[in-house]
């Protein structure tokens, strides 16, 4: 159902998507020669005009006694036909058709009006049903009328092209019009649409050899003869044979159909510049009818709109709409209408527009055909919801189409687009199940399968292209296909389907699957923690990806070289990695792999000891291309670099860069917290505040908060801002991830605790209590921090006033346990570890001073004063101070 036919006024033979607009009127007052208009009778009877009026009183009798005639039925039906006023063109259509006084004139023009209506309001099979009855109304044809038979296979022909059953329309057409007499008024319609049939059929160029074949063709022969041509792909020809009627100034209307004719075949020659300079010498004709000037604006709207979106072509389009006359051009404007809003982006009102159309002509199969053009322009906009919505309206008022399948196959095409992977494979299995053809139905099943696969059915997805490959697709489907299947077995088991990888290279060397399998083969093998930790598995993947490289498309190239080069730095080859990365980069057109092999380079160069020429290259990328994936990649590691380095004024800017250019990246998280930290470490305590706050408004759910909010606190704490950090501490305990973290806030609890405890002694029971609270946790800790603890509970207690627990802290829980657990392990003077046991010799020799315990200070004290451990000047300086002044009889026996 829905195919569009070759018709008086408006749509056109073969009408591809995405052509301007295609007309066929020959005469805007007279459609006697269309194939779907009424047949040409040479005794219907004229329309009579009105009665008169009183004021017609004293005309001659004849006149007066004609104008008393009522109008015929027959004339009332075709009228109402085309004022689309079907029910009373079918009650009059049907009434003359039965009428016993009607001619056999009569009778052909009533059975083609009742046709007409059938074909605006029947799907196929019902009209097919009802001429095979041989009845209308439940009232046989009449049997005496043989013109009625070929009449009648004529417009069955018609129902089998818009029901896609072209070979049977093209043969039952044949037989007509081998029975028909040379002159007879069908031979022209049937010829057309024969042709018309032969060419849907797939043979435009055959449709055309038989219209070429008549002696002295027509307008409409030519007419027909131009869009097969187009249809067959010499549109240049096309121009060429419609260029001698379009400048005929003795035939004004034709010259105007041809005009718009050959205008689009101008544009689809690729000269759109010329086929608006037709247009515009059409529209500036003074004698040009208003349905010719509607048409040439709404064909000029959809050039402008698909070649550059130009808003003045939706006011060229809306002016086509009001200037149309008869109501087919009009609603043929109104499609056009749609399809140029759909082409500038106007999608809400592209929507209106389009269940409008479906509104007042539902069964119409160019507004199908508009509503699903439509979603086609969506798709290859990428507005997926739109071009959904489009799809689906489609199938919902069109069922049983003929281009269902194909709207189904864009519902799929646009629910992947969608990541909605389940719903497009039930779209793409009705589009499948609903194909014409085994070429679509191939294509279909071929996106059921990747569809099945994306949505984490890989089972399903294989015994789909099993079923695929059971209907022998061409080579070049076959090798995808071979290819899915083995995608699939990746994700149920990757060493076999490193294999199958590996047959699919061997089966198609020459075709670009092969590299594609190469190069999955070598992913596999490189993703292989076993492989990769021996030499023949490196080895293995470094040949998969040489393999791969060898192919000439630059996007498979470009990974394979990368490939090759990110093997090389994981076996310690940082100098074969940098010859691949650069390589890699040097491929044209090479996509995401280029830019990430650019980034690579600068890690070989680092791995080369070659610093400053992996900053220079990271720089280089970054001011190359600004706006790249891989030049964030390159941004942050830049940042890490300077960061690292100590550099915080560097890296807070580039951090910062980073978070402005890509706030909604994967590391825009952690760039905001290295920028907070940076800001930290320069004093800019203020903005670091700021930076924290910040990233957790914008990041509420990363794992980088708790630590935005550490470092939050550790600036208040700088500020001396300690209950406000005490409350951040507090938090960062609740909701920190891992214990290192949330250990080090209740540290930083209890250090904020000691510090408000000069004004309030109170604080060092709640510091105390914080830091035994630290020790008590049951996660593992590192021995300096039981040490630091230890030694600030001391603190706290001597703090406190109680010095006996303080000491006991110092000499029992700092001193000895260093001396037991870490005095042998080897630290390193300055390692965190000892910096505590100094402090706690300190801490305790300074208890045993105020004791005057003079003797058990000195030993105290003896322990660090020569030990080159931290704090042993002061130790010695002690010591020296207590053997002068407190031991002199010892100074004197040394």
Same mark, same amino acid.
């Given at each position: 159902m829905h195919r569009t036919l070759p018709t008086a006024l408006g749509e056109g033979l073969f009408r591809p998507v995405r052509a301007a607009l295609v007309v066929a009127f020959t005469g805007l007052a007279a459609c006697a020669?269309?194939?779907?208009?009424? !047949? %040409?009778?040479?005794?219907?009877?004229?329309?009579?005009?009105?009665?008169?009026?009183?004021?017609?009183?004293?005309?001659?009798?004849?006149?007066?006694?004609?104008?008393?005639?009522?109008?015929?039925? =027959?004339?009332?039906?075709?009228? +109402?036909?085309?004022?689309? !006023?079907? *029910?009373?063109?079918?009650?009059?259509g049907a009434k003359a058709l039965f009428d016993a006084t009607s001619s056999a004139s009569v009778r052909q023009r009533a059975f083609t009006v009742l046709m007409q209506v059938c074909e605006r309001r029947l799907a196929p099979d019902a009209w097919l049903a009802l001429l095979a009855s041989g009845s209308i109304d439940e009232r046989p044809l009449p049997a005496d009328d043989a013109a009625l038979g070929p009449l009648k296979a004529y417009w069955t022909a018609r129902v089998l092209v818009l029901a896609g059953r072209f070979p049977e329309a093209v043969e039952a057409l044949g037989?007509?019009?081998?029975?028909?007499? %040379?002159?007879?008024?069908?031979?022209?319609?049937?010829?057309?649409?024969?042709?018309?049939?032969?060419?849907?059929?797939?043979?435009?160029?055959?449709?055309?050899?038989?219209?070429?074949?008549?002696?002295?063709? #027509?307008?409409?022969?030519?007419?027909?003869?131009?869009?097969?041509?187009?249809?067959?792909?010499?549109?240049?020809?096309?121009a060429a044979l419609l260029a001698p009627l379009a400048g005929d100034t003795n035939r004004v209307q034709e010259a105007a159909v041809a005009s718009l004719l050959r205008a689009r075949a101008l544009d689809d020659a690729g000269g759109v510049t010329n086929a608006l300079a037709v247009l515009a010498t059409a529209l500036a004709n003074p004698?040009?009818?208003?349905?010719?000037?509607?048409? +040439?604006?709404?064909?000029?709207?959809?050039?402008?709109?698909?070649?550059? +979106?130009? %808003?003045?072509?939706?006011?060229?389009?809306?002016?086509?709409?009001?200037?149309?006359?008869?109501?087919?051009? &009009?609603?043929?404007?109104?499609?056009?209408?749609?399809?140029?809003?759909? !082409?500038?982006g106007f999608a809400e009102r592209v929507a209106a527009e389009a269940r409008a159309l479906i509104a007042s002509a539902p069964m119409s199969a160019a507004v199908a055909g508009a509503v699903k053009a439509v979603a086609d322009v969506h798709l290859a906009a990428g507005r997926f919801p739109e071009a959904l919505d489009a799809y689906t309206l489609f199938i919902a008022s069109f069922t049983g189409n003929a281009l269902e399948a194909s709207a189904r196959r864009g519902q799929g095409l646009a629910l992947t687009g969608l990541q909605r992977h389940g719903e497009a494979a039930n779209a793409f299995r009705a589009a499948a199940d609903l194909s014409p053809d085994a070429d679509a139905k191939r294509a279909n099943l071929f996106n059921l399968a990747e569809a099945k696969r994306a949505?984490?059915?890989?089972?399903?997805?294989?015994?789909?292209?099993?079923?695929?490959?059971?209907?022998?697709?061409?080579?070049?489907?076959?090798? +995808?296909?071979?290819?899915?299947?083995?995608?699939?077995?990746?994700?149920? *088991?990757?060493?076999?389907?490193?294999?199958?990888?590996? &047959?699919?290279?061997?089966?198609?060397?020459?075709?670009?699957?092969?590299?594609?399998?190469?190069?999955?083969?070598?992913?596999?093998? @490189?993703?292989?923690?076993?492989?990769?930790?021996?030499?023949?598995?490196?080895?293995?993947?470094?040949?998969?990806?040489?393999?791969?490289?060898?192919?000439?498309?630059?996007?498979?190239?470009? %990974? #394979?070289? $990368?490939?090759?080069?990110?093997?090389?730095?994981?076996?310690?080859?940082?100098?074969?990695?940098?010859?691949?990365?650069?390589?890699?980069?040097?491929?044209?057109?090479?996509?995401?792999?280029?830019?990430?092999?650019?980034?690579?380079? @600068?890690?070989?160069?680092?791995?080369?000891? &070659?610093?400053?020429?992996?900053?220079?290259?990271?720089?280089?990328? =970054?001011?190359?291309?600004?706006?790249?994936?891989?030049?964030?990649?390159?941004?942050?590691?830049l940042g890490r670099r300077q960061f690292n380095a100590g550099d915080y004024a560097k890296a807070e800017s580039s951090f910062a860069e980073y978070a402005q250019k890509w706030p909604a990246s994967a590391k825009a998280d952690s760039a905001m917290l290295l920028m907070a930290q940076a800001q930290f470490y320069l004093g800019k305590f203020n903005e670091?505040?700021?930076?924290?706050?910040?990233?957790?408004?914008?990041?509420?759910?990363? &794992?980088?908060?708790?630590?935005?909010?550490?470092?939050?606190?550790?600036?208040?704490?700088?500020? $001396?801002?300690?209950?406000?950090?005490?409350?951040?501490?507090?938090?960062?305990?609740?909701?920190?991830?891992?214990?290192?973290?949330?250990?080090?806030?209740?540290?930083?609890?209890?250090?904020?605790?000691?510090?408000?405890?000069?004004?309030?002694?109170?604080?060092?029971?709640?510091?105390?209590?914080?830091?035994?609270?630290?020790?008590?946790?049951?996660?593992?800790?590192?021995?300096?921090?039981?040490?630091?603890?230890?030694?600030?509970t001391g603190r706290s207690l001597e703090k406190a006033g109680r010095t006996d627990e303080a000491f006991q802290r110092y000499y029992q829980d700092v001193v000895l346990m260093f001396e037991r657990e870490g005095g042998e392990t080897g630290l390193t003077p300055d390692s965190p570890s000892r910096i505590w046991y100094s402090r706690g010799v300190l801490g305790a020799a300074e208890i045993l001073e105020r004791r005057e315990d003079w003797k058990a200070a000195a030993a105290m004290l003896g322990r660090i004063a020569s030990g080159g451990l931290p704090g042993a000047e002061e130790a010695a300086r002690r010591l020296e101070r207590i053997r002068r002044e407190r031991l002199p009889a010892e100074r004197t026996a040394e």
């Open positions: 020669a269309a194939t779907n208009a009424p !047949l %040409p009778a040479a005794d219907a009877p004229a329309p009579a005009a009105e009665p008169p009026s009183s004021a017609s009183e004293g005309l001659d009798p004849a006149v007066e006694a004609a104008l008393a005639t009522p109008m015929p039925g =027959i004339v009332v039906a075709e009228q +109402a036909y085309r004022d689309a !006023l079907y *029910d009373l063109a079918w009650t009059q037989g007509l019009r081998a029975q028909l007499a %040379p002159g007879d008024a069908l031979a022209e319609p049937a010829l057309r649409l024969q042709a018309y049939a032969t060419g849907l059929a797939g043979s435009p160029e055959e449709a055309e050899r038989l219209l070429g074949t008549v002696s002295e063709p #027509s307008t409409d022969i030519l007419f027909d003869r131009g869009r097969l041509l187009m249809e067959a792909g010499r549109a240049a020809d096309a004698a040009a009818k208003p349905d010719h000037i509607a048409l +040439a604006l709404a064909a000029s709207a959809m050039m402008r709109a698909r070649e550059t +979106a130009d %808003p003045q072509a939706v006011e060229m389009a809306d002016k086509a709409v009001t200037v149309a006359e008869s109501p087919g051009i &009009r609603l043929e404007c109104r499609i056009e209408l749609a399809k140029t809003l759909a !082409l500038c949505s984490g059915m890989a089972r399903e997805a294989e015994a789909v292209v099993k079923d695929l490959l059971g209907l022998e697709p061409p080579e070049p489907m076959q090798a +995808a296909a071979r290819l899915l299947a083995a995608e699939c077995l990746a994700e149920l *088991d990757p060493a076999a389907a490193s294999a199958a990888f590996i &047959r699919v290279a061997a089966e198609y060397p020459m075709r670009t699957e092969a590299g594609r399998a190469l190069y999955r083969a070598a992913q596999i093998t @490189a993703g292989s923690t076993a492989e990769m930790a021996t030499p023949e598995g490196r080895d293995k993947a470094m040949g998969l990806y040489r393999r791969a490289a060898e192919f000439s498309d630059p996007r498979l190239r470009a %990974p #394979s070289l $990368l490939g090759m080069g990110l093997v090389a730095l994981r076996s310690g080859r940082p100098a074969d990695a940098l010859a691949s990365f650069e390589a890699a980069a040097g491929v044209e057109d090479g996509g995401a792999a280029r830019e990430q092999a650019r980034f690579m380079k @600068a890690e070989a160069l680092l791995a080369l000891g &070659r610093v400053d020429e992996a900053v220079a290259a990271a720089t280089a990328m =970054i001011g190359g291309a600004p706006e790249g994936e891989w030049s964030s990649e390159a941004l942050f590691w670091a505040i700021e930076t924290a706050v910040a990233l957790v408004a914008a990041h509420p759910g990363s &794992r980088c908060v708790p630590v935005a909010q550490f470092t939050h606190a550790e600036a208040l704490c700088e500020l $001396l801002q300690f209950d406000a950090a005490l409350l951040l501490f507090d938090d960062v305990v609740k909701t920190a991830r891992d214990d290192d973290l949330r250990l080090r806030a209740m540290g930083r609890r209890g250090d904020c605790f000691f510090t408000l405890g000069e004004d309030n002694a109170v604080r060092y029971a709640e510091s105390v209590a914080a830091y035994e609270a630290v020790l008590a946790h049951p996660a593992p800790k590192p021995f300096e921090m039981v040490l630091q603890c230890q030694y600030k």
